[in-house]
């Protein structure tokens, strides 16, 4: 697939970018999710620097990016204990039969 050429506007700026054509639907999500997020610090806070703001979107983001690694550590723990039970299941049956 090829390259695209896109405009997004976030925070009143317009931001020219080339992205894979299969990235696409993801990057406008993306962009969607942060003027929604600066939309929600402008209604909820008196802040009104769009800097600010940013910076507020970017710490929020982040945070759940850190959250979410947390999670996938620890489901792949669990995941890979179950796969150490089920091996040690297989091989006590091939040792009985």
Do not use: H, W
């Not at 999500?29 to 620097?49: C, M, T």
């Not at 947390?70 to 995941?79: A, R, V, W, Y």
Request: hydrophobic residues 40%; negative net charge; charged residues 35%.
């Amino acid at each position: 697939m090829g390259e695209l050429s896109i405009k997004l506007t976030i925070a009143n700026r317009v931001y020219p970018l080339s992205i894979k054509r299969s990235d696409e639907e993801n990057v406008r999500k993306a962009a969607k999710l942060i003027e929604n997020s600066i939309k929600d610090y402008e209604a909820n806070y008196s802040v009104r620097d769009k800097q600010d703001l940013l910076a507020m979107c970017a710490l929020q983001f982040a945070n759940q990016v850190v959250s979410d690694e947390g999670k996938f550590i620890l489901e792949d723990n669990s995941m890979e204990e179950k796969l150490i039970d089920l091996d040690q299941e297989i091989a006590d049956y091939l040792e009985n039969n």
